[in-house]
């Protein structure tokens, strides 16, 4: 009889989530200073956030989980008595975590790895590999969870804003950006994460009251006439903002329930840089 195991990276943030399903996570390394920690065991994202403020002239940065410990972790499922293991990664466009999970698939005997690139990240992530164990729970076998993940990866997205472009620009995670490259540090720009996976700006904007309108504005033109979705709020330490987007979204759209907020966990914040915040979506079917 089948056992299917999960594994997800930490980039989901799913540490941060309450859940009593057996998630394994991967987790990244934070290089900050001349300290390195692992993210979440070592460093957790207000302690990273409130660093980052002290410490504007620090440039952080991140590496992926090593091969072996991925092959550690699928080792360990198949002592655990697991036939199957579904592993959720960040988008294979913003980190090689998603190669080295495979690379590590290739590497292990006597347990079926499924890698599956989620094309994207923070809580769009971690709700994947969550809805993938609610499905096993009840039943149901990989190919029609790979399918479930597939249908959820297709109608999910992210409208962000970040207060600087600084972070992501020199870690090389926004694409699209030479128009904003001569007064990137003057712009409070809103961005979006495509269909691809990928990290592109969409707007210039001034200031950072205006950016926080205008992903507010986007986001309900939209989805004027989008019905069963989880929305909800991600953000890295902005607490100026987040009572105010969920509040402005609300108003509009008494339909959408409750409005979470989700921590953009530190090595995903190494890039956003602190004070973004998006507004995340999920389409039900």
């Not at 979470?260 to 995340?280: C, E, M, R, S």
């Amino acid at each position: 009889m089948k056992k299917i195991g999960f594994v997800v990276c930490g980039n989901s943030g799913i540490d941060y989530l309450d859940h009593d399903y057996d998630i394994r996570v991967i987790r990244s390394t934070l290089l900050f200073g001349d300290k390195e920690y692992t993210d979440f065991v070592d460093i957790k994202a207000e302690d990273f956030y409130k660093q980052l403020k002290e410490n504007p002239d620090l440039h952080p940065t991140t590496a992926q989980t090593a091969t072996g410990v991925i092959l550690e972790t699928y080792e360990q499922l198949k002592k655990d008595g697991y036939t199957d293991a579904i592993v959720v990664t960040i988008s294979s466009k913003l980190s090689g975590t998603y190669e080295g999970a495979k690379m590590a698939a290739s590497m292990v005997e006597g347990i079926n790895v499924h890698v599956f690139d989620s094309l994207s990240l923070s809580y769009n992530e971690a709700y994947m590999v969550l809805r993938a164990a609610e499905l096993a729970q009840a039943g149901k076998d990989v190919p029609e969870i790979i399918d479930e993940l597939s249908w959820i990866r297709e109608h999910q997205g992210l409208y962000v804003s970040v207060d600087t472009l600084r972070y992501l620009v020199k870690n090389g995670r926004l694409t699209g950006a030479s128009g904003f490259l001569g007064s990137f540090l003057k712009i409070k720009p809103m961005l979006h994460l495509t269909r691809e996976g990928r990290v592109e700006p969409v707007e210039k904007i001034r200031t950072r009251k205006k950016a926080i309108e205008r992903i507010i504005e986007k986001f309900l033109d939209d989805f004027e006439d989008a019905k069963n979705m989880e929305v909800f709020v991600i953000h890295s330490n902005a607490f100026d903002a987040i009572d105010y987007v969920k509040d402005k979204l609300k108003a509009a759209r008494p339909d959408f329930g409750e409005i979470k907020d989700y921590p953009l966990t530190p090595v995903v914040g190494a890039h956003a840089g602190p004070g973004a915040i998006a507004i995340g979506w999920i389409l039900k079917r």
